[in-house]
């Protein structure tokens, strides 16, 4: 059964099995103790703990350990916060950030301090002088992701540092989804990892803070890890973390270009055969392994459950497939269509027969999620227009608004108006998305009793 779902975890890689097991026998004393056993389990952590650094692009003494890549991002910002508390109260970060990031931003504005969010393009990257803009002389500590855990897109990561410098505002970068194809571009103040993206067991990320960056560790002082990361070292999955990175940076060069080879043809292939798909993300700057696009009129949670039955295990961000209903905060940020998203990573060792068979698979699994929504056709005939439209939806969640307006707005003429009532916050980004793709003009928002009122214009 292909597993098309790395970005989430990826499988544990040979090396780290090997690694897990050998220091299972080895590495099972406390590192800190003087005795035989303990010196062993010191002369393991140092290793590891030097592999890890020489990967990331640090020194060993700058590197810590943590239970989590989450842990890792915490740490980091309320660290580097606290450190340069005499600076001032403000946090800047792009509106893409993983979600770790983004709790860290919320819960720092509940102990009254203050954020900026840095908007995105439409392929989910920051422009560097907006970011630069949003530095200010209070500006604590500034955050950017390496790359888009869900769309892929590299950050210009080198530039935005380079405006941090000149303002004397250190960066974290967030370099889970990166680590496994390089070291995290050149410029970064922290960075952060987590070992189950790059093939590592979970439970392991690690944090670099930068020799002469204002650091103060919080919670209660803990003599392990620098004080950062208190509690016992699982130091059988940190060696197991630390020799699997190592294995797949040397593996990177030739996989990188293996599976981008993969990824392009889904990008070309999964337009040319699903009708009516917007692929998302930057085409070019962009992690190798990782495609996202969404399909308009489709359930995703339903299109989702279908791939897993034909053999496949993907990934959403779709609003369709949340708990909360909510569109991901990524694809809303980017201004991209969210109904029907699917996010397909490439883990290493995929083969072109799996990729040909999910290409294969995926149109007739599409128009089935459609047919059963009563989506209209691509080709659909046009009736004769019958003047401007109000369409009730309220109560309805995505896709099915937008499939609503795409029949009703062949029954208005020309410079007609569809007006979609709905209390679903997703449509507030997928009939703008759908009007872009459909060359129609959206007209605006308005505040309706419940939910709020979407006009569309038919221009053709």
């Not at 059988?236 to 990824?263: C, F, G, Q, T």
């Amino acid at each position: 059964m292909p597993y098309f779902d790395a970005a989430s975890a990826a499988p544990l890689h040979p090396v780290a099995r090997q690694a897990l097991l050998a220091a299972l026998d080895e590495g099972w004393a406390d590192p800190a103790r003087l005795y035989r056993e303990g010196r062993r389990a010191r002369l393991l952590l140092d290793a590891a703990r030097e592999t890890a650094a020489e990967a990331v692009g640090c020194r060993p003494d700058e590197l810590t350990f943590t239970p989590s890549g989450t842990r890792a991002v915490h740490s980091g910002i309320s660290g580097a916060l606290a450190g340069r508390r005499r600076v001032g109260r403000h946090l800047v970060v792009s509106a893409v950030e993983h979600s770790s990031v983004l709790h860290s931003a919320a819960d720092h504005e509940d102990r009254d301090g203050t954020v900026s969010r840095v908007p995105v393009e439409r392929t989910g990257a920051v422009d560097a002088r907006t970011f630069g803009q949003a530095l200010r002389e209070d500006t604590a500590l500034a955050c950017l992701q390496s790359a888009s855990h869900e769309v892929g897109t590299e950050q210009p990561v080198a530039e935005v540092a380079g405006a941090c410098r000149a303002a004397g505002v250190p960066l974290l970068v967030d370099a889970a989804q990166s680590l496994a194809w390089g070291p995290a571009p050149e410029g970064w103040s922290l960075v952060t990892g987590s070992a189950h993206k790059w093939g590592g067991p979970a439970g392991v990320g690690l944090l670099a803070v930068r020799k002469g960056v204002r650091f103060a560790p919080q919670g209660p002082a803990d003599e392990r890890e620098s004080g950062r990361a208190p509690g016992f070292e699982n130091l059988p999955a940190i060696v197991a973390a630390a020799a699997s990175l190592r294995a797949v940076r040397a593996e990177a060069d030739a996989e990188s270009v293996r599976l981008r080879a993969l990824v392009d043809r889904i990008r070309t292939r999964v337009p040319a055969l699903v009708p009516d798909v917007e692929v998302v993300g930057d085409p070019v700057r962009r992690l190798p392994h990782l495609v996202t696009f969404s399909c308009l009129y489709v359930d995703g949670e339903t299109l989702l459950r279908e791939l897993d039955r034909s053999g496949f295990s993907v990934s959403s961000g779709s609003s369709c497939t949340s708990s909360t209903l909510m569109p991901s905060h990524v694809l809303k940020a980017m201004g991209v269509l969210s109904e029907g998203n699917v996010r397909v990573s490439l883990p290493r060792g995929t083969t072109d027969e799996e990729v040909d068979r999910f290409l294969a698979v995926l149109p007739g699994l599409v128009a089935g999620v459609r047919e059963q929504l009563d989506a209209p056709a691509p080709s659909a005939p046009s009736p004769a227009p019958a003047g401007s439209l109000v369409l009730d939806t309220l109560g309805r969640r995505c896709p099915v608004p937008v499939i609503e307006l795409a029949k009703a707005i062949e029954g208005v003429p020309v410079g007609g108006t569809v007006t979609v009532l709905s209390d679903d916050e997703a449509a507030r980004l997928d009939i703008p998305a759908w009007c872009a793709m459909r060359e129609q003009e959206y007209v605006g928002e308005e505040p309706a009793d419940r939910g709020a009122a979407y006009m569309v214009r038919r221009l053709s």
